[in-house]
C-alpha cells in the first residue's frame, strides 16, 4: 500500500501464526539472545513460567511480518520509531499469534514522495488475549514516487 492508501482508523487484522520451537531457535541464534528462561524449560520455570518464553523483540518481528503478509508494507521506506513498547502476557513456543492494527496517524513530509504513518499494534495469542502492545512510525512512498 502507498502512503495514500492509509487514513486514520483503517485497521487490519492479520492471518495467525503459530511460533515454534525451531522458530524460537533461529530467532535467538540471529539475535543472539541465549538467555536461560528463552532456551530452558528449567530456566522458565524458576522464574514462574511452565516452560520456554518467547523473547518479546521476536513477538514483534513476527507481528511485523504478519502485517507485511496483508501488503501494508509493500511500500515502505524505513521504520522511524516505535513507542509505547508493551510485553503484556507470557508468549512460549507451540502458541499462536495475530495482530490487530489501527492506522492513528498519517502525514505527508516536506518530501512530496513520503509520508509518516503510526501504526497501532495490539498482538494477541491464540485465546485473543493480548501479549504485546506498542504503536510504529513507518516512512512510506508516496503514488507521486
Given at each position: 500500500m502507498y502512503f495514500e492508501d492509509f487514513f486514520v482508523g483503517k485497521q487490519i487484522l492479520t492471518p495467525e501464526k503459530k511460533i515454534t520451537e525451531t522458530h524460537l531457535d533461529a530467532f535467538l541464534d540471529i539475535s543472539g539472545l541465549h538467555l536461560p528462561?528463552?532456551?530452558?524449560?528449567?530456566?522458565?520455570?524458576?522464574?514462574?513460567?511452565?516452560?520456554?518464553?518467547?523473547?518479546g523483540p521476536m513477538i514483534l518481528s513476527v507481528a511485523m511480518g504478519l502485517v507485511k503478509e496483508t501488503g501494508w508494507f509493500d511500500h515502505v521506506v524505513a521504520v522511524a520509531e516505535f513507542q509505547d513498547l508493551r510485553y503484556i502476557k507470557a508468549l512460549h513456543p507451540g502458541q499462536s499469534i495475530k495482530a490487530e492494527v489501527t492506522v492513528e496517524h498519517a502525514s505527508l513530509t516536506k518530501n512530496p514522495e513520503r509520508g509518516l504513518v503510526t501504526l497501532v499494534y495490539e498482538v494477541t495469542n491464540e485465546n485473543n488475549e493480548v501479549?504485546?502492545?506498542?504503536?510504529g512510525k513507518y516512512l512510506m512512498q508516496t503514488r507521486r514516487r
Open positions: 528462561m528463552f532456551i530452558s524449560d528449567e530456566a522458565a520455570r524458576r522464574i514462574g513460567h511452565g516452560q520456554r518464553l518467547v523473547p501479549v504485546l502492545t506498542a504503536k
